[in-house]
């Protein structure tokens, strides 16, 4: 059975690590077909804009993208292309797997975490921003609602159990911010009773910070609010090495965007020495949501054997190999 993605190439790095990543996808023999679509930089080039009419409708017929990192341009006038992508196709869930390989600069092993944050609402969203005449009050407002609350924990809960984890701790301040924060709270603990074979636990967002330096084995799944979970997703990309090995996922209701965490790289740009792992992983986790998750284990595990035997491994992960070579010794271990 074939199935067609959308897959934007990106900007910078984005054409180098997509091409090695389509070769290893290739290898798997997944049946995947692709419709290349434009955003970014190389869209305002070519089509003035940087999110083309054409890459949205791509990307709502295949109801799954991968995408390249994306240059914003830096200047008033430019929002975020990856907040425009989440708000037009309502993709309120970003996961963001944190899992230790070897061969990497980590400070921990055995780190396996997955923070699922909320990704449309909250502080993050700086709803309303506000700046009084004469510069001295900013303002903006922090909005949570039931129903997001309620669709990402359960979001949370539901992956739990695909995954078969065992825990979602709900990440809070709501000893603080008694509202926004409460009602969030107070949603996770309500649905988590739908739950009772994963267990479950709260904990507040300073205190979770702390435990994620001292003892992050005690996480299994983190479920927190948008704001939270920007920040500690990177706490948890950096217990495991940093955003070379950070993959994340977009998720709304028919949508779903994989990407790296990491952005456009202009600084090695064209250089053919960007590590392809972060959007690999990403396609790995794109192949679990394509009902295929045999084949996105064999990318995690031919990524794990080329880090452990240092066999042509990019510059980052203190190779001499380039993205090429690095591809290359991925697809010999995906064939084997
Ligand atoms: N998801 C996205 O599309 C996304 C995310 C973050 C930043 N961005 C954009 O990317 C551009 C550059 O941002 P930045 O410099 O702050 O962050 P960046 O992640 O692009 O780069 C930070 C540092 O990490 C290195 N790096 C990143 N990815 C790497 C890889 N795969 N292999 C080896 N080294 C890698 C870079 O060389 C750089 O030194 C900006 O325009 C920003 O808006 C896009």
Same mark, same amino acid.
């Given at each position: ?9 990106? *900007? ?16 798997? =023999? ?14 305002? @080039? ?9 890459? +949205?409708?791509? %990307? ?8 390249? &990192? +994306?240059?914003? !341009? ?22 963001? &797997?944190?899992?230790?390989? &070897? ?17 449309? @609402? ?5 709803? $309303? ?6 510069? @001295?009050?900013?303002?903006? %407002? ?9 669709? %990402? ?28 924060? $409460? ?17 479950? *636990?709260?904990?507040?967002? *300073? ?39 950070? !993959? ?10 994989? @990407? ?6 202009? =600084? ?6 960007? =590590? ?16 295929? &998750? ?43």
């Amino acid at each position: 059975m074939s199935k067609t993605i959308a897959v934007i190439r990106g *900007d910078g790095i984005g054409p180098e690590i997509m091409s090695a990543t389509l070769e290893v996808l290739d290898a798997l =023999d997944c049946g995947l077909e692709y419709e290349f679509v434009e955003a970014g930089m190389v869209a305002l @080039e070519k089509h003035g804009e940087l999110l083309p009419r054409a890459t +949205l409708d791509a %990307i709502a017929k295949h109801g799954v993208a991968l995408k390249g &990192p +994306l240059t914003t !341009p830096i200047g008033k006038g430019f929002s975020s292309l990856n907040v425009a992508l989440r708000k037009h196709f309502d993709l309120y869930a970003n996961v963001r &797997p944190a899992i230790s390989f &070897p061969g990497t600069r980590a400070r921990y092993e055995n780190i396996d975490i997955i923070t699922v944050r909320e990704n449309t @609402e909250g502080a993050y969203l700086s709803e $309303g921003q506000t700046l009084s005449d004469d510069g @001295e009050v900013a303002q903006s %407002i922090v909005r949570n609602t039931r129903t997001g609350a309620s669709r %990402i924990v359960r979001y949370a809960f539901e992956l739990a159990v695909a995954k078969g984890r065992k825990k979602v701790t709900a990440v809070h301040k709501a000893n603080i911010i008694k509202t926004a924060s $409460g009602l969030f709270l107070d949603v996770a603990r309500e649905i988590a009773k739908e739950y009772p074979q994963i267990a479950f *636990d709260e904990m507040i967002v *300073d205190n979770t910070c702390m435990q994620l330096v001292m003892n992050p084995w005690q996480f299994d799944v983190i479920v927190t609010t948008n704001l939270f979970g920007d920040i500690l997703s990177d706490l948890c990309a950096g217990l495991v090495g940093g955003l070379g090995l950070a !993959p994340g996922a977009n998720i709304g209701k028919g949508v779903a965007i994989f @990407e790296a965490v990491h952005g456009s790289a202009p =600084d090695i740009a064209g250089r053919n020495i960007a =590590d392809p792992c972060a959007l690999l992983l990403a396609a790995a986790e794109m192949l679990d949501h394509l009902q295929m &998750p045999e084949k996105g284990t064999r990318i995690r595990n031919a990524i794990r054997a080329t880090l452990e035997a240092r066999d042509r491994v990019t510059p980052d992960l203190g190779g001499s190999g380039t993205t090429a070579t690095f591809a290359d010794a991925l697809v010999e271990r995906v064939r084997a």
